[in-house]
């Protein structure tokens, strides 16, 4: 059991928590992931870590399912059935030179904090971080964002209603004809990634992503993650997660991760109707 | 002398229409009336063929014999003696290519059911709290076994009862490796494995869970920590055929199909959350035990048409002639001579069916098997909603790209002497983790040997 020592609301869809597992914290780098199973008869998904200190790791969580919505309800000193990790393979922390990291989605910010911040360690390395979210109000409070580890920081809003209008694709755009990027990070949103692939391409700019399919153990073991890079079959939990932009099939990452949409709505339904014999 | 019964006392099981129903035991096991009859007919030999044939050298004879007088609790206690998982093996070992293979009783009519006997002694001492006694004299050595399958479990109660401290390093969030993880609970119920591996913790075994040695310890950390090594890793990475269409949705690896049933108890969903699709028409690639558990897993999760799909003809099958029989009762469809081209899907992504050719089989090939061709031109189509490609497993490459100072064998296994120990001093190695496909009482057998291996080298080492 892993106890809960915060817990946080980030907008109105996302929210932090931070927990005890110090074997998990001492050994975390960025890019790393960790496996949740919330309650005993939980199911195991990967999840993003933007900090590690003190024997405790903080995540991002959207509400998107059964899992994160039960696991929303629950309070600071309540415990976490299971925290595996650290996961994945992470890259290296070296000098890059002009480096981005972009994010518009839950994941993909909690891992642009934690690269951010030790990318910035690096002499020679110029971070520029770039963050979108919906609207005003989705933006996250300030602390939790990569500001403060980046060299150059871009907030855009979809809307507009706060910082620069649109999705981080058009600061990068305008960073690329001007020639002045190394090299890109990113995670978040796959068809925002997809799209960012495309856009770098052309200027042979490096671009890895972060893309982590469907999980079941999470050690190499079941090949439900299994991804296609140059046609090669790599699996997300041990090779990855992060991989070449330029060399990922998309269509197909995309396509497999809606496949138990239908199981998830399921699971959903019977949660909500068990909870409301329970009330 | 009394005339000995040639016939096996039967085995009650579940009607097959029973049990397509759900996952609980298909074998009802013997009651003690049955259990002492059966052990009656053994006409112990003087020099046991079924005791030679035993991976693990139990005294088979003298359990029987005890069996056959009603002593259940010494019955237990001997086949305790030489294996720390009685109630497991005597499920799962392939005893008629062991044990009973050479029984004499063979000659004149059915083997002794020794599997059978196993698991009734040992079910009998669960039931009624029966346990053998023991102390533990403590001793110098720190032991590191790595993955708690059945090769782990009985190198680290061998080492724990010469008096080592041993740490049992498990990735997963439970212990048992493929008992917990590959093996169903209507052929191994899963209390069945807990109460098992409960002894682990009795005899002061520390297990640590979500250790993945690797990845989140180092093999090196290990090598400082430990004066001795067991690396009992598995053979847990799955294979794909690598065909076209192998991308779309509704093709799994029987690793992950039987991963979801196991351990993550799919069958219960939604009471238990991890999802599993199964279709109406579900295909099954391969015909070993772990394609039967696939197919007999899906027939149970409500598939209306299950076949397996083979290459070679039943009789070369590589499954246990009772899990191959098993499959057929609760009507699994054995598709003879056919070898998959390609997986067909629509535009959703999702697969439709596959395409096949007929084969034909020649002259025996290096397995001794005789090789199947394809007949050219003969290539055919048939619907399918779910896909499982169950053509066995290599050991994780998690574990191995990660210690690069271990010696591997071609096939990726790790490479071993005839102690198995690998080419590094004090580091063991056993069960699939270097054969690659091995059984789970060899696995046990491999646990015993390294054990002794380590003792061995420990002994020398303090002198």
Redo the contacts between chains.
């Keep these: 059991m892993y106890k809960i020592t915060r817990k946080e609301n980030l907008n109105t869809d996302d929210y932090l928590i931070e927990v005890e597992a110090p074997?998990?914290a001492y050994?975390f780098k960025p890019g790393n992931f960790v496996v949740l199973?919330a309650?005993p008869?939980?199911?195991?998904i990967p999840m993003s870590i933007q900090k590690a200190e003190d024997g405790k790791i903080t995540m991002f969580i959207k509400k998107l399912g059964?899992?994160t919505i039960e696991l929303d309800k629950s309070k600071v000193g309540d415990s976490i059935e299971?925290v595996?990790?650290?996961?994945g393979n992470p890259p290296e922390i070296k000098k890059y030179g002009n480096v981005v990291f972009s994010s518009d989605l839950v994941c993909g910010h909690a891992e642009n904090y934690a690269m951010c911040k030790e990318l910035k360690k690096i002499e020679g390395n110029y971070v520029i971080s770039m963050q979108t979210f919906s609207n005003r109000s989705q933006i996250y409070p300030e602390n939790e964002l990569s500001k403060n580890f980046s060299d150059e920081y871009y907030l855009t809003t979809l809307d507009g209603s706060y910082g620069i209008k649109g999705h981080y694709k058009n600061v990068l755009k305008d960073f690329l004809d001007k020639g002045k990027i190394d090299f890109i990070f990113a995670g978040g949103d796959l068809p925002a990634l997809r799209d960012l692939a495309k856009l770098t391409k052309p200027y042979d700019v490096p671009t890895i992503v972060t893309v982590r399919q469907v999980m079941?153990?999470a050690?190499?073991?079941?090949?439900?993650c299994?991804v296609?890079v140059d046609g090669e079959?790599k699996l997300t939990c041990?090779d990855g997660p992060m991989f070449d932009a330029h060399k990922l099939?998309f269509e197909?990452i995309i396509?497999?991760m809606a496949?138990?949409k239908k199981?998830?709505a399921?699971?959903m339904?019977?949660?909500n109707k068990r909870n409301k014999s329970i009330e | 002398m009394a005339k000995v019964n040639r016939i096996r006392v039967p085995m009650r099981e579940l009607p097959a229409e029973e049990r397509i129903k759900n996952f609980n035991s298909v074998p009802l096991g013997y009651i003690e009336e049955e259990a002492v009859a059966e052990a009656q007919r053994c006409i112990h030999c003087e020099d046991p063929p079924c005791e030679k044939n035993c991976p693990l050298n139990m005294e088979i004879k003298a359990m029987i014999k005890e069996i056959g007088q009603g002593n259940f609790k010494e019955a237990f206690l001997i086949a305790k003696k030489d294996n720390p998982i009685p109630a497991i093996a005597g499920r799962v070992c392939p005893q008629e290519t062991q044990c009973e293979e050479n029984c004499n009783m063979r000659k004149i009519g059915d083997p002794i059911n020794i599997g059978k006997l196993g698991a009734f002694v040992a079910d009998w001492a669960m039931k009624n709290k029966s346990s053998e006694e023991f102390q533990i004299k403590e001793r110098r050595g720190k032991i590191a076994v790595v993955g708690s399958g059945p090769a782990g479990i009985s190198c680290a109660v061998d080492l724990r009862k010469l008096g080592y401290r041993v740490t049992l390093f498990e990735a997963l969030h439970k212990a048992g490796g493929v008992l917990q993880y590959g093996i169903p609970a209507f052929r191994l119920p899963k209390d069945i494995v807990n109460y098992e591996l409960s002894y682990l913790q009795k005899i002061g075994v520390d297990v640590c869970l979500n250790s993945i040695v690797g990845q989140n310890i180092l093999f090196n950390e290990l090598r400082k920590e430990f004066d001795a090594i067991f690396l009992g890793t598995g053979a847990g990475a799955p294979r794909f055929l690598g065909i076209e269409g192998e991308k779309l949705m509704g093709v799994y690896s029987a690793n992950e199909f039987l991963i979801r049933v196991n351990l993550m108890k799919s069958y219960k969903f939604p009471e238990y959350d991890t999802p599993l699709i199964v279709g109406d028409k579900v295909g099954v690639i391969g015909a070993g035990n772990v394609a039967m558990d696939a197919a007999r897993c899906a027939k149970r999760l409500g598939a209306k048409k299950v076949y397996i799909l083979y290459r070679r003809t039943k009789k070369e099958a590589p499954a246990r002639a009772e899990e191959l029989q098993h499959a057929l009762e609760e009507g699994v469809t054995f598709k003879e001579l056919v070898n998959p081209t390609k997986v067909l899907g629509n535009k959703d992504g999702w697969i439709t069916g596959i395409e096949l050719i007929k084969m034909k089989l020649s002259k025996p090939d290096s397995s001794g098997r005789p090789r199947p061709e394809k007949i050219a031109g003969t290539e055919f189509a048939m619907e399918l909603d779910t896909i499982v490609d169950a053509l066995g497993t290599k050991p994780n490459r998690l574990f191995l790209s990660r210690t690069s100072e271990l010696e591997t064998e071609p096939y990726g296994g790790i490479k071993v002497n005839g102690n198995l120990m690998t080419n590094i001093e004090g580091v063991t190695a056993g069960g699939d983790a270097i054969s690659g496909g091995a059984t789970v009482i060899i696995a046990l057998g491999d646990g015993r040997k390294a054990a002794k291996s380590i003792h061995e080298y420990l002994t020398k080492l303090y002198r």
């Design positions: 074997n998990v050994r199973i309650v008869k939980g199911e195991r059964k899992t299971q595996i990790g650290p996961m079941v153990d050690t190499g073991m079941c090949g439900s299994r296609f079959m041990i099939n197909d396509r497999r496949m138990y199981k998830e399921e699971a339904e019977y949660y």
